[in-house]
């Protein structure tokens, strides 16, 4: 008896590739990949197809989407599930396809958040799905793949081992949009409110609150009070060489430099009386040397975090970055899912398989070859949490085969991969102990013996440090006694690598959602990323209620969430705990906002001081003065008054659009609000007008706005949406975007705007054209976000009319 069985990815490409490795003869068709094989002894037929990552987001009701209520009201506020898509595409096509289906299989990634979007998939294709004649429910034909990479083997495994989705993880998710979404829009509210157009200088993105966002930032706040705070304090030194001697006491060789047992001291007349006592002594006698053979250990496996902190400090790339990029790399097969908090291979893990494949490579082959022909000893250490397997090269890659931070974060992953099963480095340290007079000195030495794991990992080598070869008992001819004066200095800013270890250790976030909290905190603008060593330096901040930035405040929330998670918990009832806990502090913040005012104005402008030349007025040819926010002045003309146009931009991937000062004060076009930017303009010739360069209309739900290319936001290019704050940005992959004249989508219901996307040279692609909302391969060049920006229009641009003649 044949069945029919329904699969579902989480993105369009991953259903293509888990397809064409299931059944590679099968018929490949955008969006539902259809093959037959065998299943639980029966022919079955197969339907692959995806959804686009969540099927929902969660908002509140009508009712509470207006800025004018209390924002308290908001910890017990009602909320719904809407649609993600806008277009209602995703719910209908799985409605469509599930009917009289008699499997649903889930693909979905194997976190919480996928589990999460398993049940929102379940919500869809229970319903269609056929009742068999045996009276077997349908959940429990609702079977769950687990996988952790895009190879052969590993979808061949999932698919042999069905499980069932796990719903006490799914509702730990919903636990935690839920509290995000009303404990974060509550303060956020409140504080733009209370804020907006009060000091010229303060930045509306950077009065937002996050209950992840702000236990982070806290940690680089900690570390900017101790700088501030710290008072330096002088020291001295003994900074002492020796050389051997020869027969007649005349130096052989080179000095050696020695360094003081007691290291410094902090009073200046005990270091002077010190180094009198030491001058006086005519010659230095070695009291000991010891040797000993010493280990640096392989590292573990390697996880998320590691990962992201490797991006960070050696490569220079964000850990927002890193992890899109990471999870690029998976899609397309070339690493294991990058979202893992384990370090240690399972017992069935076929390590002399990716080993073997390795051997190929043209960098590391040989390497790889010898170590795999010699044999390894199985890592041991590291952390099994029971999510998925360490993070390991599953494709073999060269430099040419990925393009730039790709190609780097690749090469690492193998590299550490490689390094984790090698041999440990191993060297020998010589020690010297030194005496002159009644103080004691040392100086030391090392031999590499083995390289070891350093050979591949050569960021993580040691040299030889050759020390002269000495003997106890030797007299040495002292070359120099200086007395060296210092100043104890402060910590340095933390770096993202170190952030991401503290939040590591104190439990804030997950190893899926660390980047997106740090990145917040540096897109709004609470810190600023300094120098090759990525420091986080904090912006002009205070705070009120110094627990709402702890992290022990996020972690016993996440704690409580991996009660539910675990089925230790009800849901209804952390969740209503966590809110009443936040609830009051934000009463008290809100009685207090007034101490946080005054802090404010100790530091920032009043909104009528501020103001910079920005740009020429097109009436007496003067400089307009400015509310100083990012801009760029590209020496364009609005065609309607000759004034030059202002490119407002948020950031390189948030909000962007050009605007004409005169413009958006003055709109030349009935039925337009005051603050109108290009991006709203209907004026039919101008080639930034919202005529020539609207794309389709916006995909967040209740939101009326139009999707617009920002043709200023280039090399980093971007639709925004001209009403609410939706971005769609391209990835680094695309080197031009344009709409294509007079063309449209063929779907009838859609009627978007075809767009031309050129690709930069090394991806050796040809040129694009299609619809960004029905041709998945356009799409899947999108990456979609909200920019936390509530009251854009207002603090823009607001140009003082009575300023423009000033100047």
Not at 727 to 735: A, H, I, N, R, Y
Not at 784 to 797: I, L, S
């Amino acid at each position: 008896m044949s069945c029919t069985a329904l699969m579902i990815a989480e993105k369009p490409s991953l259903a293509e590739s888990i397809s064409k490795l299931l059944a590679p003869n099968g018929r490949q068709a955008s969006p539902v990949h259809e093959y037959f094989a065998e299943f639980r002894g029966s022919m079955c037929k197969f339907k692959f197809t995806s959804v686009k990552g969540h099927v929902y987001n969660l908002d509140f009701t009508r009712e509470f989407n207006d800025w004018n209520i209390d924002p308290l009201e908001l910890f017990t506020a009602r909320t719904i599930k809407l649609e993600a898509s806008k277009s209602g595409g995703i719910c209908q096509h799985l409605r469509q396809e599930s009917k009289g289906v008699d499997y649903v299989i889930l693909w979905l990634d194997c976190d919480r958040e996928g589990e999460n979007i398993c049940f929102e998939v379940i919500k869809n294709v229970r319903e269609g799905m056929k009742r068999l004649p045996d009276g077997r429910p349908k959940d429990s034909r609702i079977l769950r793949a687990k996988f952790s990479a895009i190879t052969a083997t590993d979808i061949r495994r999932a698919m042999n081992n069905l499980t069932f989705p796990n719903e006490n993880e799914s509702l730990a998710v919903d636990a935690r949009q839920e509290f995000d979404l009303k404990v974060g829009c509550a303060f956020t509210r409140f504080q733009t409110k209370f804020f907006n157009q009060k000091y010229g200088n303060l930045d509306s993105s950077v009065i937002s609150y996050g209950p992840c966002q702000t236990p982070t930032l806290s940690f680089c706040v900690s570390r900017h009070d101790q700088i501030k705070s710290f008072s330096p304090e002088p020291f001295w030194t003994l900074s002492v060489s020796v050389a051997k001697q020869g027969t007649n006491g005349e130096q052989c060789g080179s000095e050696i430099h020695l360094s003081w047992e007691k290291a410094r001291v902090f009073d200046k007349h005990a270091a002077t009386t010190i180094q009198s006592m030491v001058r006086k002594c005519k010659e230095a006698k070695v009291i000991s040397i010891s040797s000993e053979k010493k280990t640096k250990g392989r590292p573990h496996a390697l996880n998320t975090v590691e990962l992201l902190k490797f991006g960070s400090s050696n490569l220079g790339i964000g850990p927002h970055e890193t992890m899109l990029i990471a999870e690029r790399l998976y899609t397309q097969g070339y690493i294991s899912y990058p979202r893992t908090e384990t370090t240690t291979y399972p017992k069935n893990f076929d390590i002399k398989s990716v080993l073997k494949d390795q051997s190929r490579h043209d960098l590391w082959g040989l390497y790889a070859k010898e170590l795999f022909e010699k044999g390894f000893e199985w890592p041991t250490g590291g952390n099994d949490v029971g999510d998925h397997p360490p993070i390991t090269p599953m494709r073999v890659a060269n430099e040419g085969d990925l393009s730039g931070d790709s190609w780097r974060i690749y090469n690492y992953v193998t590299r550490h991969f490689i390094g984790s099963i090698s041999p440990n480095l191993k060297y020998q340290k010589t020690n010297a102990i030194i005496k002159i007079g009644d103080e004691t000195f040392e100086c030391s030495g090392i031999r590499v013996l083995q390289p070891g794991f350093s050979t591949i990992m050569h960021w993580r080598s040691m040299s030889d440090q050759i020390l002269q070869e000495l003997h106890k008992d030797e007299i040495l001819k002292i070359t120099n006694v200086k007395l060296v004066e210092g100043q104890t200095s402060p910590p340095d800013y933390l770096t993202e690598s170190e952030v991401i270890s503290l939040m590591e250790k104190h439990g804030i976030g997950t190893d899926a959602s660390i980047p997106a909290h740090i990145n917040n905190i540096c897109q709004r603008n609470y810190v600023t990323v300094q120098s090759s060593a990525r420091r986080l330096v904090p912006t002009n901040l205070e705070k009120i209620d110094p627990e709402l930035s702890l992290p022990t405040m996020r972690s016993e929330v996440e704690k409580q969430l991996n009660y539910i998670a675990l089925g230790r918990a009800k849901q209804s009832e952390v969740l209503e705990h966590c809110l009443n806990l936040f609830a009051a502090k934000f009463k008290y913040f809100r009685d207090n906002v007034a101490q946080m005012d005054e802090l404010f104005e100790a530091t920032f402008s009043p909104l009528a001081s501020t103001g910079k030349i920005l740009t020429k007025c097109g009436n007496c040819k003067r400089y307009l003065k400015y509310i100083a926010l990012k801009y760029d002045y590209k020496g364009l003309q609005c065609p309607l008054d000759g004034f030059g146009l202002v490119s407002f931009s948020t950031g390189s991937k948030d909000i962007g659009y050009p605007l004409c000062p005169n413009c958006y004060n003055n709109p030349p076009f009935e039925n337009i609000k005051k603050g109108m930017g290009c991006n709203r303009c209907p004026h039919p010739t101008c080639e930034h007008s919202l005529t020539n360069n609207e794309v389709c209309s916006c995909q967040v739900n209740s939101c009326n706005g139009q999707m617009v290319l920002d043709a200023t936001s280039a090399p980093k290019w971007k639709l925004s949406c001209n009403v609410c704050n939706f971005v769609s940005v391209f990835t680094d992959l695309v080197k031009g975007v344009s709409i294509s004249k007079d063309e449209y989508c063929e779907n009838e219901e859609c009627n978007s705007c075809v767009l031309k996307i050129e690709f930069r040279e090394n991806q050796n692609k040809k040129p694009l054209k299609g619809c960004i909302l029905c041709e998945d391969e356009i799409a899947e060049l999108l990456e979609n976000k909200e920019v936390m920006v509530e009251v854009v229009a207002e603090v823009v641009a607001t140009i003082e009319e009575e300023n423009i003649s000033k100047f």
